[in-house]
């Protein structure tokens, strides 16, 4: 695969991480104010290239509005390590306080463990990463209709290179009708790619456009599929049809 679409799909993985992130809930005038410094974090590092340093920014202003916000918290733990920041110390470092307060927070293991591969302790994240699996598993067997549990195992099971198993949590999540929709067809594109079933793949992608025409992780992952296939007219359509959903709000 060439540079250009490992590129492209790094930038999609950020989307993607954009999107399993928890959506806010800020009442107070203060707090309305940390929101919005958290939307253009998220704007900036959504629509605009080489952006990662302006969204950091951006969530520390928020927190210094808004430091207990454990959802500004997470978010900021989460871009640093889906950057691939030197800052994995400092990801770390919030996702321990995150862990202290609530050691059965699943997200924060499966950070804990970007944060930890990011500084070389592959051992530990390993075991932060089963940690995160092993919780997801337990609230399914409370509540095998949760489709939040289902979603995050189906990702953490993709991310370790059990693909099969990631298809079969995706479908799972799909079957549920869960509001993340769209998130679930693109991640079982991803299954699918992974496991080198391209034209499947193609078509789980072309899902969660027809549910979202405007996806930009979608229409950059199939570009990635296509280039993988040496369908490189396809696979630029698709590349320029993302950038071209881009542009709107930044350009560089």
Not at 50 to 68: F, M, R, S, T, V
Not at 99 to 119: F, K, T, V, Y
């Amino acid at each position: 695969m060439n540079g250009k679409s490992s590129k492209m799909r790094a930038w999609a993985g950020i989307a993607l991480v954009l999107a399993m992130l928890p959506a806010l809930c800020i009442a107070v005038a203060a707090q309305d104010t940390a929101n919005d410094w958290v939307k253009k974090g998220d704007d900036v590092l959504l629509y605009k290239k080489n952006a990662g340093l302006e969204a950091i920014d951006a969530y520390e202003k928020a927190l210094q509005l808004d430091p207990q916000n454990e959802s500004i918290l997470l978010r900021e733990a989460t871009i640093l390590d889906a950057l691939g920041m030197q800052a994995a110390t400092k990801a770390l470092s919030i996702i321990e306080k995150k862990l202290g307060r609530n050691p059965q927070d699943a997200e924060a293991w499966r950070l804990r463990s970007g944060a930890l591969s990011e500084l070389g302790m592959m051992q530990e994240a390993n075991q932060s990463i089963e940690k995160a699996l092993k919780i997801y598993d337990q609230e399914i067997q409370k509540d095998p209709l949760n489709g939040t549990a289902w979603y995050y195992k189906a990702w953490i099971l993709n991310n370790i290179g059990r693909h099969d198993e990631s298809l079969l949590a995706y479908e799972k999540l799909i079957e549920l009708d869960h509001p993340q929709k769209v998130e679930a067809w693109n991640g079982k594109g991803t299954a699918l790619y992974l496991l080198e079933r391209f034209d499947e793949a193609i078509a789980a992608y072309d899902m969660a456009i027809e549910l979202d025409p405007e996806n930009i992780e979608a229409w950059f992952s199939k570009g990635s599929v296509f280039d993988s296939m040496g369908r490189n007219t396809e696979a630029q359509a698709a590349f320029a049809k993302a950038d071209e959903l881009r542009e709107p709000k930044y350009k560089d």
